[in-house]
């Protein structure tokens, strides 16, 4: 079968290359994958690739294998899953508590655009609490968990503040339910009760800023890739008691959150919002539009097989 796998070159990422398919283990399934969705992180980790990665954690297919346990979805269930690795190939296996079944009304385009940044917005926005009548402030709200984090909170009742560098994206990030749009954290009009910071570098200090006193910020990215440096004395003069909360969404099992995804497609209240979608001859050019931020949203590529 054919993989993609890293080639160390910042303008071509990946390559392909042809290697058997993979066994699975018992506890997991194997999928004839019909689409994978890109990660701007991926493109990070692509620039320094340990050796043996095998990219790609989001996945939607047709299960061609069942699991010799017994657990999870049997043989032409279609399905989306979050493997630990190895996701841009024609056939991937996945841990069977790491996938959801997909209805007909969903296809596997608008499914592999939800595992990681759907799931990270679901669990971020539960590490938040309840939102409802809270004023929320939310950085780099054009990527992939920016735009899910939108819908969602806006649904649960906050108002919400989004940052985005371009009117067009902000654009669509109201219709999606923010209440205000901004394009820059200094002009984003306080006292929040929660800021959820994802760009890191200066714009970690100027969030901190605009929490209400006891507020909390959680910090989940750093897209700027630029570290922030806090000044203690500075944050006398602003907010007291300010909660500092480090936010990562990893920990399987996934599946649960995975379903909970799909209904909220399938109920249509939730949106992937996929700013490009390809085949996956183009998966190189695509990251480097991702990492050069090209691309709003999320980046979807289909092997053949889609349906």
């Given amino acids: 079968m054919r993989r ?44 320094r690739a340990p050796s043996g990665l095998l990219p790609g954690k989001d996945v939607a297919g047709l299960v061609v294998q069942a699991a010799a346990d017994g657990s999870g979805p049997g043989v032409g269930t279609r399905v989306v899953g979050h ?28 499914a592999s655009a939800l595992p990681l940044a759907g799931i990270t917005a679901l669990r971020l926005l539960r590490t938040a609490g309840s939102l409802t009548g809270s004023r929320v402030l939310l950085t780099g709200a054009s990527g992939g968990v920016g735009h899910y984090v939108t819908e969602l909170a806006a649904a649960a009742g906050a108002e919400l503040t989004v940052v985005t560098a371009t009117p067009e994206r902000g654009k669509r990030l109201a219709e999606l339910g923010a209440g205000e749009v901004v394009h820059d954290v200094a002009e984003a009009r306080g006292p ?34 630029t570290p922030a440096t806090l000044d203690f004395f500075e944050l006398l003069g602003g907010p007291e008691r300010v909660t500092i909360q480090h936010f990562h969404y990893a ?28 085949d996956w001859t183009e998966t190189a050019d695509t990251l480097v539009d991702l990492r050069e931020r090209r691309i709003r949203g999320k980046a979807v590529l289909t092997t053949g097989a889609h349906r």
């Avoid at 042809?18 to 969705?37: C, S």
């Avoid at 901190?208 to 910020?217: E, L, P, Q, S, Y």
């Avoid at 649960?256 to 490009?276: K, M, W």
């Fill in 192 to 225: 929040f009760d929660v800021v959820l910071e994802s760009t890191g570098g200066p714009q970690l200090p100027l969030a901190i800023g605009k929490v209400r006193r006891g507020g909390v910020v959680i910090w989940f990215g750093q897209a700027s890739r």
């Fill in 83 to 110: 493997p630990t690795q190895g996701g841009w190939a024609e056939y991937a296996t996945v841990p069977t508590h790491s996938v959801a079944v997909l209805p007909e009304g969903i296809d596997s385009v608008r």
């Fill in 4 to 47: 993609l796998i890293p080639t160390g070159n910042a303008m071509r990422p990946v390559e392909f290359t042809d290697v058997p398919q993979p066994a699975p283990e018992p506890h997991e399934v194997l999928i004839r994958v019909e689409a994978f969705a890109l990660n701007r992180g991926e493109t990070f980790l692509l620039e």
């Fill in 251 to 278: 920990g399987a099992p996934y599946g649960d959150d995975l379903a909970t995804l799909v209904r909220l497609v399938e109920q249509g209240r939730l949106h992937p919002e996929i700013g490009r979608t390809a």
